[in-house]
């Protein structure tokens, strides 16, 4: 098992490495360069120009230029936002952990339910509540999630007024009151979230299990006397849920990009509204940060895919 | 349902394509006298806060949003499969190295990038081609470009367990050079899933480029896609809801007519059903 952890490690940092080199390539193709707006200003005479841009070897050539963005990256120097005038670093650490609890959230939610459909669907296929469970998924992932986020804000908050719509971090309230403001104001964008990833988890846990369910092994655990729940518990769900962890663990750089589209609609000060204001903004180092930061965490939930896959899998980890 | 759902694209295909035709309202037609007036006789849809009347914008913003679709979904079917055909008939070290290629584009963060490529594009392209093209062209390609994979490692699969059937091997028995046999035989034969995939794609691809302009960074502003129109009706939920709920409704009805076809084409293509 170390062994095969070790492997993966020794293929994720690579990926990671590649992924940083595309981002950095993309940046460097497009046309202009943060020196562009001091070009256009004519109190600059254009030997300081010049000696500003050697100074920060704006034109040596790519690689060299990537190897010390990295080797600045790697030392936490992640710059300074142009926009908010503060560290780059310090900003992002400032929003991951609200993102992180809303995409943990809704990623719990999302399983709590589709695992239970979903086994109880394909224990019963094409039977009414198969059916009504399948239509259901399917409207589910067929709603974008801004315009189910929209018609809950429209039905929650601005009709029944039961809930606010603008996520606060710093709420003025102590102990129990603290925590029922914090959940009215987090269900929202995590149901929205966690409703969306359900609706497909919930159809590959159906296939999933339908395809474990006609198995000689099963019928076999059946045969012995084993009660029903037994069976799809100890022996069905435990071989079905292999294929979905990897689904799971696969889905998150999407569930990343969806958490960008609710911060936006529900204003959660995360790192996907950061992104968008650095974009709207024109704020450089945020974005490329920001970017690198979401590919990190792509490649580690790869990771993290691989090493649960290996251990729920004992036949995987001894290849 | 996949009938009923092809009966619904293929009706607001129609729709998009001969209505402005026969609904000859200007989009641009701005009346203040009839600010997000409800739906009525005279503007079915209502109109949004110019006085513009909706039916109109969504019959011309379902234009765009459906080229957009399919034209990401041929970029992307057509990139996946030369790519995954490749794979599929070369062993050994292409296989590998195109794999290797595959699997780091999986590990992209798709929606970060494609901010960060038409952020970093959009006035470049907008110079060479005019605002609207050049954003089309940037869209579709950044969408095609991300939705590759999943078809080239479906060919690839499908080139693998092909590539030792007896009919390949007669034809190359016959004298059938590489390309012939793929072109003629092997791809023909692997084209089932691929299709599956691609009406995946088609509903990926509207709900980018809705998501796109929804955050702002699609098309420009006069141009009113179904994501601009819920990007414009956001600030007016209470007191104009119907703005929202249509071109909300519009995207939400193509796309499930979409993967319902594309359910209903997995079914029909896949033998295995559950006894």
């Not at chain 2, 034969?189 to 796109?212: F, H, K, Q, R, Y």
């Not at chain 2, 956001?234 to 071109?247: G, N, R, S, T, V």
Request: include cysteine; charged fraction near 15%.
């Amino acid at each position: 098992m170390g062994k095969y952890i070790l492997r993966r490690l020794i293929i994720a940092l690579p990926s990671l490495l590649g992924i940083s080199l595309i981002l950095f390539v993309l940046l460097a193709l497009a046309p202009g360069d943060p020196f562009g707006e001091l070009a256009s200003n004519s109190n600059i005479p254009p030997e300081v120009q010049e000696a500003l841009r050697v100074k920060f070897g704006i034109d040596d050539p790519i690689l060299i230029r990537y190897f010390r963005w990295l080797v600045a990256m790697l030392h936490g120097d992640w710059g300074f936002s142009f926009a908010s005038r503060i560290d780059v670093d310090q900003l992002i650490l400032q929003r991951i952990p609200t993102t992180l609890f809303v995409v943990g959230s809704s990623q719990i939610l999302a399983l709590a339910i589709a695992l239970p459909v979903g086994v109880y669907a394909a224990m019963r296929p094409y039977s009414i509540f198969d059916q009504i469970a399948n239509t259901l998924a399917f409207i589910g992932f067929s709603l974008p999630t801004f315009f189910t986020g929209l018609l809950l804000i429209l039905i929650f908050s601005v009709n029944l007024g039961w809930l606010p719509f603008v996520y606060r971090v710093d709420i003025s309230a102590t102990g129990w009151h603290w925590y029922w403001e914090y959940f009215k104001q987090a269900i929202m964008p995590v149901s929205v979230l966690g409703l969306f990833q359900a609706a497909s988890y919930t159809r590959y846990v159906r296939s999933a299990v339908l395809d474990v369910i006609r198995l000689d092994y099963v019928t076999t655990a059946r045969s012995k006397g084993l009660n029903e729940r037994k069976v799809i518990v100890k022996h069905v769900v435990r071989n079905a849920l292999i294929p979905v962890v990897t689904l799971v663990a696969l889905q998150m750089p999407a569930v990343f990009g969806g958490a960008i589209i609710t911060e936006q609609i529900f204003r959660i000060p995360g790192i996907g509204s950061l992104l968008i204001t650095a974009i709207l903004a024109n704020d450089t180092p945020v974005i490329m940060a920001v970017t690198f930061v979401f590919a990190c965490l792509v490649v580690a939930f790869n990771l993290m895919a691989d090493i649960i896959y290996g251990w729920l899998d004992p036949r995987i980890s001894y290849r | 349902m996949a009938v009923a759902s092809v009966v619904i694209l293929t009706a607001v295909t129609l729709a998009v394509l001969l209505g402005p035709l026969i609904w000859r309202v200007p989009i641009n037609e701005i009346d203040f006298t009839a600010r997000l007036a409800a739906p009525s006789w005279q503007h079915p849809f209502g109109t949004d806060d110019l006085g513009q009347d909706l039916l109109a914008r969504m019959l011309y913003g379902g234009r765009i949003s459906l080229a957009v679709g399919f034209s990401a979904m041929a970029v992307a079917i057509v990139a996946g499969t030369v790519i995954g055909a490749i794979s599929g008939i070369s062993r050994g070290s292409i296989d590998a190295v195109l794999m290797w290629i595959t699997d780091l584009f999986l590990a992209l963060p798709q929606l970060p990038l494609l901010l960060l490529v038409i952020y970093l594009f959009r006035d470049f392209l907008k110079n060479l081609v005019g605002p609207e093209g050049g954003v089309f062209i940037l869209i579709v390609l950044v969408i095609g470009c991300f939705r590759w994979m999943p078809v080239a490692r479906l060919v690839r699969a499908q080139f693998l367990s092909l590539r030792e059937k007896e009919f390949v091997e007669a034809a190359r028995a016959l004298g059938a050079t590489t390309p012939r046999l793929v072109i003629r035989h092997i791809l023909p034969n692997s084209l089932g899933p691929v299709i599956v995939a691609g009406t995946i794609d088609v509903a990926a691809a509207i709900i980018a480029e809705s998501t796109l302009s929804f955050l702002g960074l699609g098309f420009p502003p006069d141009i009113p896609t179904w994501g601009r129109l819920l990007f414009d009706a956001k600030d007016y939920l209470d007191i104009a809801p119907h703005w929202a709920l249509f071109a909300g409704g519009a995207i939400f009805l193509t796309v499930l007519a979409i993967n319902f076809i594309g359910d209903g084409l997995r079914d029909l293509l896949d033998p295995r059903k559950v006894m």
